[in-house]
Every structure is written in C-alpha cells, then in structure tokens.
C-alpha cells in the first residue's frame, strides 16, 4: 500500500475565450488517500472531460530567516510564504 498523502484536485474545462484555453471550474482538497487512488479519480474526471491537475495539498519548504523546515499549501503565494525574502522584507 503506497504513502498517505492529502491531494488537491484542480478541474479544468476547455474555454477559448481565456487566454489559456482554458478555465477553472472546481478545487477539490482530499483527504488522505494514495496516489493510486487519487490517479483513478483524475482518470474519471479526464473521461468526463476534465482537465484534471493534481497537486500534493500540502509541501515541505525552508524559513528564509530560521532556516528551519514548515509545511504551507502548493498554492500559497511567494510573497506570503516565509520562505520568500519578500516575506520578511515589511
């Protein structure tokens, strides 16, 4: 049985008056499942015609000024990390 992980789903539809091609219609947070399992669900969405994306919740990152490591969302924005000099520059 593979690792534990929490995953987030992003859902696409195909959209070409984006300049992407693309839009976003859902974000699905999972709780933690394997990655098999999280793959299947994509693979279900994809034959729906999804465009499915997806992402570990949660990754591990370095604090700038401590040095030490922290856990923040795949989507949190540079600048509000502590991992970003911007950060800590206020």
């Known amino acids: 049985m593979g690792k534990m992980t929490e995953y987030t789903l ?28 999280i793959e299947s669900i994509a693979d279900s969405l994809r034959k729906l015609d999804f465009i499915v994306e997806v992402f570990e919740t949660y990754v591990t990152k370095k604090n700038s000024m401590t040095g030490e490591e922290f856990q923040e969302r795949y989507d949190c924005p540079y600048y509000c990390s502590p991992s970003s000099e911007t950060y800590w520059s206020s």
């Open 10 to 37: 992003e859902l696409y539809k195909t959209d070409r008056r984006t300049k992407e091609g693309r839009r976003l219609v859902e974000v699905k947070d999972i709780a933690e499942s394997t990655r098999d399992h």
